[in-house]
């Protein structure tokens, strides 16, 4: 063969080889590197299957983001499954590589590329997570400002209304009604007003510690350290309220029962002391009372009514004698007479002089140790005025200690 024919052959060899080199670079496709947040973490190099490397890439970025947004917190690791070596982040898999991975990418072994996409792998789920911790604490900082701005301005209005419904129900005290029940005032137009500037106060005041605990417990929540706050602090204050509340449920038709009878007794003592303001004024008239008796009679008959209601209402209400109510009840009622026991013993010496009509108004007196002119009989003391024209208050349980001597009337 000639020299020509050998140097054709080598140039349809050279050409062929550069055909077969160019339409192998045109099969094989480029590598993909696979991102997290569009940060790189590794490269593959080949694809796996139907699979090419950037949708092999791109289904190993997706899982990433899933293992790094997860709850709870997992450490990168592979395991040996089969003639592969797979990825995983907790329960998560990654990325599954073969010995072709690791021959594409030069590395010494599939062991060896396992443990450096593992690594990088956990570094890259960690600063997603430091990323990601950083950016909720500065989100979790600005609500607790915005919250903190919220509440104040809520506060603001709250006092700003209390105080602006405080003052026109003192500017405007005659366009507050009374309370009535048909015809007969229970109430006065002063007492519903006292009345509803005590409410006023009284939830302006539950108003501000409202808005203030629910700030304290939103802000509380956000952060994840101080999240166990919140339970023992909703457990100290709505446990007690929500045992509060079922007692109050279980014992609800008492409870109303209660509430009437209260409203019942209210409503009798407001009538007793209209029926004998009324004798008093003179526009009722009873023979056996006169005008000047009606003050007293009516303070005796409202306590005994209240006392009544102390000792009474408890066994009725609940049919057992023997039930905290009843007992509180006598047990107020003995601190009450021991504790009450001189002025007791004044106001049965009181009721003695009074409706026995031994003393009256205008009689020269020794009383008590004292002595003078007689300007007023009460339940619990009488008073005198002595030479001095000054008055002397002698508490009627003093007759009990000295003699009582009325001196002669003087003649008209």
Not at 120 to 146: G, I, K, M, P, Y
Not at 243 to 256: D, G, T, Y
Not at 344 to 357: D, E, Y
């Amino acid at each position: 063969m000639s020299i020509g024919c050998w140097v054709g052959l080598l140039a349809l060899v050279m050409v062929c080889a550069a055909v077969s080199a160019q339409t192998v670079a045109e099969i094989r496709p480029e590598p993909a590197t696979v991102t997290l947040r569009d940060a790189p973490v590794f490269t593959l190099e080949r694809g796996e299957g139907t699979l090419s490397p950037l949708e092999r890439a791109r289904a190993a970025g997706r899982a990433l983001a899933d293992a790094s947004g997860a709850t709870t917190v997992h450490h990168a690791r592979w395991e040996t499954r089969g003639t592969r070596a797979v990825v995983f982040v907790g329960p998560t898999q990654i990325v599954a590589l073969t010995l072709d991975d690791a021959l594409a990418a030069n590395a010494a072994s599939l062991t060896s590329l396992a443990s450096h996409i593992t690594r990088e792998v956990d570094n890259a789920v960690t600063r997603e997570r430091q990323r990601t911790s950083l950016a909720n604490t500065v989100f979790a900082v600005s609500l607790v400002v915005f919250f903190g701005l919220i509440t104040l301005y809520l506060m603001g209005r709250l006092r700003s209304f209390g105080d602006r419904a405080r003052s026109f129900l003192l500017k405007n005290s005659s366009r507050v009604p009374a309370l009535r029940l048909n015809k007969l005032e229970v109430l006065g137009p002063a007492s519903v007003r006292n009345a509803l500037i005590l409410v006023l106060g009284v939830g302006r005041v539950l108003g501000l510690v409202g808005l203030a605990y629910g700030w304290l417990v939103v802000s509380l929540s956000l952060f994840e350290r101080t999240r166990p706050l919140v339970q023992r602090l909703t457990g100290v204050i709505l446990t007690p309220l929500s045992a509060l509340v079922e007692r109050i449920a279980l014992a609800l038709p008492m409870f109303v029962i209660a509430i009437v009878a209260l409203a019942l007794i209210a409503i009798l003592v407001r009538v007793t002391e209209l029926f004998f303001a009324s004798v008093e004024r003179g526009e009722t008239r009873i023979t056996w009372l006169p005008p000047e008796f009606a003050y007293v009679t009516s303070v005796l008959v409202r306590g005994a009514t209240v006392l009544f209601t102390l000792l009474a209402a408890g066994p009725l209400l609940t049919g057992d004698t023997n039930d905290p109510v009843s007992r509180g009840s006598l047990v107020l009622l003995a601190c009450i007479a021991l504790a009450a026991t001189p002025l007791l013993c004044s106001l049965l010496a009181g009721m003695a002089t009074v409706f026995s009509r031994t003393l009256r108004v205008g009689d020269r007196v020794e009383y008590g140790g004292q002595t003078g002119r007689v300007s007023e009989v009460g339940l619990l003391f009488l008073v005198l005025e002595d030479e001095a024209r000054a008055s002397v208050r002698v508490p009627h349980i003093r007759s009990l200690w000295y003699a009582t001597r009325i001196f002669p009337r003087e003649l008209p």
